[in-house]
């Protein structure tokens, strides 16, 4: 075989398992949106307090974090194929159970779910980023951002048409993620690529060598709960009508759509570290905006921008991880990244709620805007370097 065929094998071969992967965690994704939406809204039907309703959302969070430290050593011993399997077989049976079983043994099941679905992005990340390239790993993980924005808010619209009683919704969620086997199938990856070795990085050997990283990585999730949580009530009380304030939020998920692979794109050729500082500023610009623009017609442009800008942050991050670490140390940074969407859950949301108890509703945005403040605080401090001991640009 010559050089140029072994080089064009292994492009299809790279191109493959980011598809395959983009697939898998896509249908899962489907169903995680739809649960989030579902399970609040059917507790509050049967007449359980809004405290428990928030404390069941964070057992997802807390399965998340606790995951972490664990998932990277797991995950090497069993085999990226095999844990993914395993992980499908847990989600269906945890969605299965919440169908069936009284609420209170829901909250022990949110605990596995979200345990189980930070397992699921740990490896699929690391599909992704291993099969990626330093030439194109911005634009992948727009694209992965992107799809990661429609599917999870394909779930909630499936509600309206089937309602939410009945088997339908909790068979529509089984089906997506038993769907996802199909592309696990055209996976190709070695379990020795991601097996942990003496020596290696580790979950807490990844978060001393890359804690801005995870500071940038923190900042989006810190971002991103809070929108969801808090960005509708805002705009009600702020002029809005519901129908409306939802209709705007939504409007981030069309940002993201269509801005996400473009700031990968000058990710990749213009730099990592630019690209990073500009999102962070335009965030913090855009959010701030909303104080005077919320009932104003600007306000659907702004959102439109607004999302995409705070979470260029995690496309970029993404990609410097996948740059600078390689196969079990890219693993253990996935799970790092992960345990950070289960600080988000868990800080976000009562950080915001705090704030707004002691100044008001304008509290939203100054708080979005205060994550990226102090972002750009840390990175200007050191530099942007994200990892430590390299030249990340």
């Given at each position: 075989?010559?050089?140029?065929?072994?080089?064009?094998?292994?492009?299809?071969?790279?191109?493959?398992?980011?598809?395959?992967?983009?697939?898998?965690?896509?249908?899962?994704?489907?169903?995680?949106?739809?649960?989030?939406?579902?399970?609040?809204?059917?507790?509050?039907?049967?007449?359980?307090?809004?405290?428990?309703?928030?404390?069941?959302?964070?057992?997802?969070?807390?399965?998340?974090?606790?995951?972490?430290?664990?998932?990277?050593?797991?995950?090497?011993?069993?085999?990226?194929?095999?844990?993914?399997?395993?992980?499908?077989?847990?989600?269906?049976?945890?969605?299965?159970?919440?169908?069936?079983?009284?609420?209170?043994?829901?909250?022990?099941?949110?605990?596995?779910?979200?345990?189980?679905?930070?397992?699921?992005?740990?490896?699929?990340?690391?599909?992704?980023?291993?099969?990626?390239?330093?030439?194109?790993?911005?634009?992948?993980?727009?694209?992965?951002?992107?799809?990661?924005?429609?599917?999870?808010?394909?779930?909630?619209?499936?509600?309206?048409?089937?309602?939410?009683?009945?088997?339908?919704?909790?068979?529509?969620?089984?089906?997506?993620?038993?769907?996802?086997?199909?592309?696990?199938?055209?996976?190709?990856?070695?379990?020795?690529?991601?097996?942990?070795?003496?020596?290696?990085?580790?979950?807490?050997?990844?978060?001393?060598?890359?804690?801005?990283?995870?500071?940038?990585?923190?900042?989006?999730?810190?971002?991103?709960?809070?929108?969801?949580?808090?960005?509708?009530?805002?705009?009600?009380?702020?002029?809005?009508?519901?129908?409306?304030?939802?209709?705007?939020?939504?409007?981030?998920?069309?940002?993201?759509?269509?801005?996400?692979?473009?700031?990968?794109?000058?990710?990749?050729?213009?730099?990592?570290?630019?690209?990073?500082?500009?999102?962070?500023?335009?965030?913090?610009?855009?959010?701030?905006?909303?104080?005077?623009?919320?009932?104003?017609?600007?306000?659907?442009?702004?959102?439109?921008v607004l999302s995409p800008m705070a979470f260029a942050i995690y496309v970029v991050g993404l990609a410097t991880m996948g740059d600078s670490f390689k196969g079990p140390?890219?693993?253990?940074?996935?799970?790092?990244?992960?345990?950070?969407?289960?600080?988000?859950?868990?800080?976000?949301?009562?950080?915001?709620?705090?704030?707004?108890?002691?100044?008001?509703?304008?509290?939203?945005?100054?708080?979005?805007?205060?994550?990226?403040?102090?972002?750009?605080?840390?990175?200007?401090?050191?530099?942007?370097?994200?990892?430590?001991?390299?030249?990340?640009?």
């Amino acid at each position: 075989m010559t050089p140029e065929s072994m080089s064009a094998a292994e492009s299809t071969s790279r191109t493959g398992n980011i598809i395959a992967a983009l697939a898998t965690v896509g249908a899962c994704d489907i169903a995680f949106g739809l649960t989030l939406q579902l399970v609040p809204l059917l507790m509050n039907e049967r007449g359980w307090p809004a405290w428990a309703i928030g404390l069941n959302s964070a057992m997802g969070p807390i399965g998340i974090l606790m995951a972490g430290p664990f998932l990277p050593r797991v995950i090497g011993r069993v085999g990226t194929k095999r844990i993914v399997l395993i992980i499908i077989c847990v989600l269906v049976v945890s969605l299965a159970a919440i169908s069936r079983l009284p609420v209170w043994m829901w909250f022990p099941l949110r605990f596995f779910f979200g345990l189980s679905t930070s397992a699921l992005f740990v490896v699929s990340e690391a599909w992704i980023l291993s099969a990626a390239t330093s030439e194109n790993r911005g634009r992948v993980m727009g694209i992965y951002t992107s799809l990661l924005s429609v599917t999870f808010a394909t779930g909630p619209l499936i509600l309206p048409w089937t309602g939410i009683d009945g088997a339908l919704p909790w068979g529509i969620g089984i089906a997506c993620i038993l769907l996802s086997i199909i592309p696990v199938t055209f996976v190709k990856v070695s379990d020795d690529e991601f097996k942990m070795r003496e020596g290696g990085t580790g979950f807490f050997g990844f978060v001393a060598r890359a804690p801005m990283l995870l500071c940038a990585i923190a900042a989006a999730t810190l971002f991103d709960n809070v929108l969801i949580a808090f960005f509708t009530i805002y705009g009600i009380r702020s002029g809005l009508e519901l129908a409306v304030a939802s209709r705007v939020l939504g409007i981030g998920i069309i940002g993201n759509l269509l801005l996400s692979y473009p700031l990968g794109w000058l990710a990749d050729h213009w730099s990592r570290r630019a690209v990073m500082f500009l999102s962070a500023g335009l965030t913090v610009l855009l959010s701030l905006s909303l104080l005077v623009t919320i009932t104003h017609w600007s306000v659907w442009p702004i959102m439109m921008v607004l999302s995409p800008m705070a979470f260029a942050i995690y496309v970029v991050g993404l990609a410097t991880m996948g740059d600078s670490f390689k196969g079990p140390d890219l693993m253990a940074g996935t799970a790092a990244v992960a345990a950070m969407w289960g600080v988000g859950g868990l800080i976000g949301p009562p950080v915001a709620g705090i704030a707004i108890d002691l100044v008001g509703i304008d509290a939203v945005p100054v708080t979005l805007a205060g994550f990226y403040v102090l972002l750009l605080v840390a990175l200007a401090l050191t530099g942007g370097k994200l990892v430590r001991g390299t030249a990340n640009g």
